[in-house]
């Protein structure tokens, strides 16, 4: 098989701009750790895209197809060629901006395999609002999310803090804590371009978790419950990284991180292959926060983690149509910093 493996932001896509350093550097450690997977398989070639500006990929890449990108005429003319080569393509790119959802579609609009969630699925849960009126159509519980522009934080107890965030944000890019209601609107009225593309929730404390899931055709399975590092610098929230497999069994019990995996899964259409959800998890619920129907930062340290390859596990589910079983795995916590 030809394999395409789209990181876009260490692609060459970003060629006209400044590479954002903490999304380059996340996309890139999950794409070394992807393709350390892949290369132990038998009878993948694999074919990347890479910005001229990055260090070069592990050796091994050397034996497969690799397009180095240096304008963005070369980019358009590599993205379509590695297309045409390949017999399948796994992307994987931020929510922000809808990107995702439209590589996912331009991959299907060229007849090539998507191995990847639907794009309307992405589309969905990109959409930080929209998606959480569909966990709650499906009672699953999730964090009240209102749009800044209906003013309905106000319903909020002036006690609590809030969290501000792009509606199609990725991870903790962008958000902010304010402690009082005062300065969040007073920031808001600074805010006259991006205003309607923001939404406000109550700030909860708890522990910040994250799901690794694989998913089929027809069903799920959890690979791993992870610890996420979230620190507050000043007024913002900054994700540091996680330990995978982190997360004590008395912060979430499998069972319950297994029900809820299914819960999502069964309530958005369209969930399939390796994709994550954010959690926070108090004394008297686990709240859904994020669902990004790709890989995650998570994914670094998983192999080692789980004691399996999970690119193998995700090509044998494709070749036997049938998730493998939950027993194999072990639960070493591994940290991953990013």
């Known amino acids: 098989m030809n394999l395409f493996v789209y990181e876009h932001i260490t692609s060459g896509a970003l060629i006209n701009e400044a590479l ?5 550097h996340e996309g890139n450690t999950m794409l070394v750790a992807l393709i ?52 399948a393509v796994l992307p994987i790119a931020p929510e922000t901006g809808y990107v995702l959802s439209s590589i996912q579609q331009s991959i299907l609009d060229s007849n090539t395999r998507l191995l990847a969630s639907n794009p309307k699925a992405s589309i969905l849960c990109s959409d930080k609002y929209r998606c959480y009126q569909h966990l709650t159509t499906h009672n699953i519980a999730t964090v009240a999310t209102v749009l800044a522009t209906e003013k309905a934080h106000r319903l909020y107890s002036a006690s609590k803090a809030y969290i501000v965030k792009p509606r199609d944000g990725a991870g903790c890019i962008d958000t902010l804590v304010f402690k009082q209601t005062d300065a969040l609107e007073l920031w808001l009225e600074k ?12 700030y909860i404390e708890g522990h910040h978790l994250s799901l690794s899931i694989l998913c ?11 610890q996420q590092h979230i620190k507050h610098s ?6 540091c990284g996680c330990t ?21 899964y069964h309530a958005i259409e369209g969930l399939w ?16 926060v994020d669902i990004n129907p790709r890989l995650t930062s998570s994914y ?30 072990q639960h070493h916590p591994v940290g991953v910093h990013v």
């Open 191 to 202: 805010q006259p371009e991006s205003y309607d593309n923001l939404i406000i929730q109550p």
């Open 300 to 329: 670094v340290g998983l192999a080692n983690s789980i004691k399996q390859n999970p690119a193998g596990l995700l090509f044998s589910m494709i070749e036997h149509n049938t998730l493998p079983s939950s027993t194999q795995l």
């Open 244 to 264: 995978v497999n982190g997360a004590s069994e008395s912060q979430l019990p499998f069972s319950a991180a297994s029900k809820l995996a299914k819960q999502v």
């Open 20 to 24: 954002p350093a903490s999304l380059a």
């Open 36 to 87: 350390n997977d892949l290369v132990q398989l038998a009878d993948i070639n694999l074919i990347i895209l890479r910005d001229h500006r990055l260090a070069p990929l592990p050796d091994i890449i050397h034996y497969h197809q690799c397009y180095t990108i240096h304008s963005e005429d070369v980019f358009q003319q590599y993205y379509d060629l590695a297309l045409n080569q390949a017999d």
């Open 273 to 288: 292959g390796l994709i994550g959800i954010d959690l926070i998890v108090t004394e008297n619920a686990i709240l859904v």
């Open 216 to 226: 089929s055709d027809s069903d799920c399975m959890v690979l791993a419950i992870n």
């Open 234 to 239: 000043k007024n913002q929230l900054i994700f």
